[in-house]
């Protein structure tokens, strides 16, 4: 939300067309439920989707119970304190259960109603990274304790009014923090899940051996992966432009430009990505080069609304970049198993688009043009980085040590007979696939 400024897009008028736009928003758990099977392995791929779909359906049910009246929205009730002589909002007080909320169609509404699926994107992002290791037990906790504090405390700050959106009223830098589709509320938060998962649980087994570093433990269905990403486009496009209107004041006729740099940003992500892998393997690497697609999509959710269609190719080439580097730094150089490349997707390019908001602003004015060139952007750059301090410096130690106390009270990783045998058959009893063998690490 731009702070101090009245949501221009975001009125009663806009009911019928968010309304629509949110309806689509399921494509894009769909798509990222059917990614995280295909990086997994052929063993464990049922445990992956019914992990995928619990974490849609513990995540929307704590949500409402708990986390709505954490970020409440703005302008409602919330906990502020004074700090030099101003109003600092740091967490709403909003009823349990959505008591209050009136469901009439009115811009709290529909922000509510995105969220419930905005919280399950988030939680399905660390689902991919502890693939083939985490209980499903442990999957249900973890998206609570994402679901019901984390995502809503972060959401708060930066669309429920909060100190991180106070920014420019208080400190008049720029507009505040802005993320306009979630490429830090949803995306980062997510893949910083994510990096604590992948930290709490530990490689899997032959991953990393001992004499010859990293080993290869390619997913089992490249088709699934690809086919996640193309049905992940619609679901994306709406989920940025029903952001943009609900979260930035973008009006509802700029939906094209969203939906153009949204794809442009993709698109050009993954042709870096295929030809960076080209160049380096001798033939495009079909994985990397859909994690690629992915970057360009999250970094594009930051800046959706703000720029023009020749800066979201740019952003969508950083990104491809990036994520390709940091893909490999994790797991050669950290020791970090992600076996999706999720932490690399969600954070890394996640992080790039908060700050190219910053870069290259292009804000809309008062009657909802975009204009090139500075606009009333002073300090919008540094707005930003201080919403990614606050994400890498107090929401990742907060993930990471309820996930290690989580750990010590009930252990996170299955144990070594079931990681061996697959957890279709350790947690479900049955594979996804009963008519082929498929065969265990011995």
């Known amino acids: 939300m731009i702070s101090g400024t009245p949501l221009m897009g975001a009125d009663a008028s806009t009911f019928p067309i968010c309304g629509i736009l949110t309806a689509l928003v399921p494509l894009t758990p769909a798509g990222l439920a059917l990614m995280n099977c295909g990086f997994g392995r052929a063993r464990s791929a049922a445990h992956s989707m019914l992990s995928s779909l619990a974490a849609m359906a513990i995540a929307a049910i704590v949500y409402c119970l708990l986390g709505f009246s954490w970020e409440g929205i ?138 010859e570093g990293s080993a290869a433990i390619p997913g089992h269905n490249v088709v699934y992966v690809l086919f996640g990403c193309a049905i992940i486009i619609p679901g994306w496009i709406a989920l940025n432009s029903a952001g943009a209107i609900l979260f930035a004041g973008a009006a509802s006729w700029q939906i094209p430009l969203i939906a153009v740099n949204t794809m442009l940003s993709s698109s050009a992500s993954c042709l870096v990505a295929v030809i960076g892998t080209r160049i380096r393997f001798g033939k495009p690497d079909a994985s990397l080069c859909a994690n690629g697609w992915m970057a360009g999509l999250v970094s594009s959710s930051a800046v959706c609304c703000f720029v023009t269609p020749m800066v979201a190719i740019l952003i969508g080439l950083v990104a491809g970049m990036l994520v390709g580097i940091s893909v490999e730094a994790l797991e050669v150089f950290l020791t970090v198993d992600d076996p999706g490349g999720a932490i690399s997707v969600h954070t890394v ?60 009270i009930d252990p996170q990783r299955v144990d070594l007979r079931g990681e061996r045998l697959g957890m279709d058959l350790e947690e479900l009893g049955g594979g996804a696939y009963p008519e082929f063998v498929i065969h265990n690490d011995d």
Do not use: C
Not at 101 to 110: E, H, Q, R, V, Y
Not at 131 to 150: F, K, P
Not at 179 to 187: E, N
Not at 383 to 392: E, H
């Open 349 to 408: 390019a996640g992080i790039w688009g908060l700050l190219a908001l910053g870069i290259f602003p292009r804000i809309p004015d008062a009657s909802g043009l975009i204009h090139p060139g500075v606009q009333n952007n002073s300090g919008q750059l540094l707005a930003q980085v201080v919403g990614i301090a606050t994400l890498l410096g107090l929401m990742l130690p907060m993930i990471y040590g309820l996930n290690v106390l989580l750990n010590q």
């Open 74 to 211: 703005a302008g409602g009730p919330a906990r502020v304190f004074l700090l030099g002589g101003k109003p600092w909002d740091w967490i709403a007080s909003d009823g349990f259960g959505m008591r209050g909320l009136a469901f009439d169609g009115s811009p709290a509404t529909l922000r509510t109603f995105l969220q419930v699926f905005t919280v399950g994107i988030a939680a399905l992002i660390p689902v991919s990274t502890g693939a083939g290791r985490w209980r499903l037990r442990s999957i249900w906790i973890s998206t609570g304790l994402l679901a019901g504090w984390s995502y809503p405390l972060f959401a708060h700050w930066v669309w429920g009014g909060g100190w991180l959106a106070q920014l420019g009223a208080n400190f008049n830098l720029g507009h505040g923090f802005l993320d306009a589709g979630g490429a830090g509320t949803v995306h980062v938060m997510g893949g910083l899940s994510a990096l604590a998962i992948a930290w709490t649980l530990g490689p899997r087994r032959g991953k990393y051996l001992s004499e």
